[in-house]
C-alpha cells in the first residue's frame, strides 16, 4: 500500500477538506456577488430600454402577453440559469480544488513521512543513525534537525548509561571475586593462623569496599532525583566541618560564604568528596586548599599532572586519577556525585588542572537571595 494514500494519511484528507472546503466557501460568496450584481445590472439595463421604446411598442402582442412581462420572464430564465450553471461550475472546481490539495500535501508531508519511517526503524543499538532532512530551511527541516538533536542527546544517554552498567557489573564482581578466593583459602584445613588472618583483613577491606561502593551508588541515585524539600544551609559551616574531617584549614572569603538553599546531608557529600580526592590523589608533601565565597567553593591540591583533555572523564563514573593509589580507596564515583548534587541545588561544577599539577575545582551554588551568612574564622 502506497504509504501516502493508506489510512495513515489523516492529516493529508483534512488539508485536502479544508483546502476543498475553503474554496467552496469562498467560491460561493463570489458566486452569490456575481448573481447579485448581474441581476441588479440587468434590471437597470431593462429599465432604460422600456422607457427608451415604451412608446414605439405596441401594449400586448397576439397571445395577450405584455412587453414586460416578456421580458422579467426572459430576466428571471437567465437569472436561474446562470445561477445554476455557476453552482454546477462551482462543485466540479471545489472537488478539483480537493484534489489538488490532496496533491499538495502528499507533497508536503512527505518529508514527515521519510522521517517517521527512520524514526521507527530506530532502536537502542542504532541510535546513531540521523534524519538527516534536506530541502529549505523551512519548519520541516526544522523539525527534522530537532529529532537529529534528540537522537544525539538519547545515543550520549545510553552510551552513559551501558558504561555505567559495565562498570558497575566490573566493581561489584572485583570485591566478590576478591572474597571468595579468601573464603576458599579460609576453609582450607592446612591453612595456618597467619594466613587466616590475613583472610580475614582481606574480607574486611573487601565488605569495606563494597559498602563504599554501594552506598555511592544510593548518593549519585538520590541526587539523580533531584531535591524534594529545600532550606538554608550554611555553606562556610559545612565546608568548615567535612575540611576538618580530613585535616585541611579551609579558607572563608570577606563577604562571607553564603547561604545556599537545598539539603544539607547532600552538600556535606559534596564538599567531603571534593576534599576526600584531593586528599587521596595528591603527592607525598603535597597541599591541599579549600575556600569558599558567596556560593563558591573551589578545592585545590597539588597532585601528579592531569592532562587538560583528560579532566572531562574524571567526572564520569568509576573513574580515577593517578595518585598514591591508581585503584583508589573509593569507589570510582567521587566527582560523579559532586557533579550530580550540584546540578541538583541548580548550581556548576568545573575543574581544570593545576599550574604544576593537581587539580583545581570550582563548585558554585545560587546563594540565598538577601542572605549571607556571617564570617566565620578559618
Known sequence: MNPYLGPGSTIRTRIALVYGGAFLVLGACLLGIVNLLSRAGTENEVAEIRERAAPALPVTDVH???????????????????????????LGTALCAVAVGWWTAGRVLRPVH????????????????RIAARGPDDELKELGDTLDALLARLEKAFDSQRRFIANASHELRTPLAT????????????????ELARTKAVLLD???RSERLIEGL???ARSER??????????????NEEAARHDVTAVSGSGGAGLVRGNRQLLAQLVG?????????NVPGGTVDVSVADGVLRVVNTGPVVAAEDVPALFEPFRRGEGRDRMGPGAGLGLSIVRSIADAHGGTVTA?????????VTVRLPVSQGRQAARRPS
Open 114 to 129: 521519510a522521517m517517521t519511517a527512520k524514526a521507527r526503524r530506530l532502536s537502542e543499538w542504532t541510535l546513531d543513525q
Open 273 to 281: 568528596n571534593l576534599v576526600a580526592n584531593a586528599v587521596t590523589y
Open 179 to 194: 572474597q571468595r578466593t579468601a573464603i576458599q583459602v579460609g576453609l582450607d584445613a592446612s591453612a595456618s593462623a597467619e
Open 64 to 90: 395577450g402577453v405584455t412587453v414586460d412581462q416578456l421580458t422579467d420572464s426572459v430576466q428571471h430564465a437567465a437569472g436561474h440559469q446562470m445561477l445554476v450553471w455557476s453552482a454546477f461550475a462551482l
Open 352 to 360: 581544570e588542572p593545576g599550574p604544576e599539577g593537581g587539580l583545581a
Open 218 to 220: 544510593l548518593v549519585l
Open 206 to 208: 573487601s565488605n569495606r
Open 226 to 239: 533531584g531535591l524534594a524539600e529545600r532550606v538554608d544551609v550554611d555553606l562556610g559551616e559545612v565546608v
